[in-house]
């Protein structure tokens, strides 16, 4: 009995060291779903992968939104630490953009639960948004307390007009598309003197810069799927993640050194998008080189996320993971 309840207590103090960043993991493998659903109706194929990968991301989704909520009722003071940290903050919303994420990858086959999905993830992140742009204005924040997390809570509005293009009227898509875009702009600006002009941010936030390709491909999606098809704009945004993705590729020696850190998640969801901007691309010009570069994104996307998977893994048994910091 003496020793049941030993591990029931270490198990509680595993808890209040869950961190809400794990809902990265669910935007990763749901993005990849998307991704994979997408090279399938594109390039006519017959599998089921995307179907399988989808079902997965739901799984995460349960497992995580369950084990935080319990982290919620037993250990709420942790909750608030990190709902008030200057970095983890920034990582609640993406629980708002997995609920998004879903929805676009269940359009296809459950248009109701995609609608619902959609609703409830598009409040939540608008709500998150506001609170987090309140906060910035209202509070005082160290210039080395910025680093590309800090586009989640505002850039996440871009994925609105993806998952609710079938949904809501267009002007509702306008208006989330123009409050994304008008902030990625001023927090890439900011971020990137941060960057180049200051310390180097820490070593296990450095996954976070591959952040950096996700707002020009989600901007892409969701512009080329408002308009109806891809113009001048799209392919700026397009070649503007193409060059992120070349840019930290050539940085590879960096992050192949790095130790394992949940922030790894970092690398999932951007290369996911980037992938489903460059089928989307393929599919709107035909350009065979548009084809190779999807694919070459999606076999590169699914490697990075089963390494990822695997080094989640191994440091939850090793217990490396849910420790204080």
Not at 48 to 63: E, Q, S, T
Request: aromatic letters at 18%; glycine letters at 4%; charged letters at 10%.
């Amino acid at each position: 009995m003496k020793k049941q309840a030993i591990e029931e207590e270490v198990s509680e103090n595993k808890l209040q060291y869950f961190p809400v960043s794990f809902f990265a993991s669910v935007m990763g493998i749901s993005g990849l779903a998307i991704a994979v659903e997408r090279y399938e109706q594109v390039f006519k194929l017959n599998s089921r992968i995307g179907m399988i990968l989808l079902i997965a991301a739901y799984l995460v989704f349960v497992a995580v939104t369950i084990t935080y909520s319990l982290k919620i009722g037993k250990h709420f003071s942790a909750v608030k630490s990190e709902f008030k940290h200057p970095v983890k903050a920034n990582f609640f919303p993406a629980f708002s953009i997995s609920l998004l994420l879903l929805s676009v990858g269940t359009a296809g086959y459950q248009e109701k639960l995609a609608y619902y999905l959609f609703l409830i993830g598009a409040a939540v992140h608008f709500i998150f948004t506001i609170i987090m742009i309140s906060r910035w204005l209202t509070q005082k924040y160290q210039i080395l307390q910025l680093n590309p997390a800090w586009f989640i809570p505002v850039v996440g509005n871009l994925i609105i007009p993806i998952a609710g293009i079938k949904f809501v009227n267009i002007e509702i898509c306008w208006f989330f598309f123009s409050l994304g875009f008008f902030f990625w702009v001023i927090l890439f600006a900011l971020i990137f003197y941060r960057i180049v002009f200051h310390d180097p941010i820490p070593k296990q936030l450095f996954p976070t810069l591959f952040i950096f390709i996700a707002p020009p491909s989600v901007a892409f999606i969701a512009y080329t799927k408002i308009v109806g098809h891809m113009d001048s704009f799209s392919r700026i945004l397009l070649y503007i993640a193409w060059f992120f993705v070349i840019l930290l590729l050539s940085m590879a020696g960096y992050f192949v050194k790095l130790d394992f850190a949940v922030t790894w998640w970092a690398y999932t969801f951007p290369l996911s998008a980037v992938t489903i901007a460059s089928i989307m691309a393929f599919e709107q010009l035909k350009y065979p080189l548009f084809g190779w570069i999807a694919t070459g994104l999606l076999i590169l996307t699914s490697l990075v996320i089963v390494v990822v998977i695997l080094k989640t893994i191994r440091a939850i048994l090793h217990n490396k993971v849910f420790v204080p910091e």
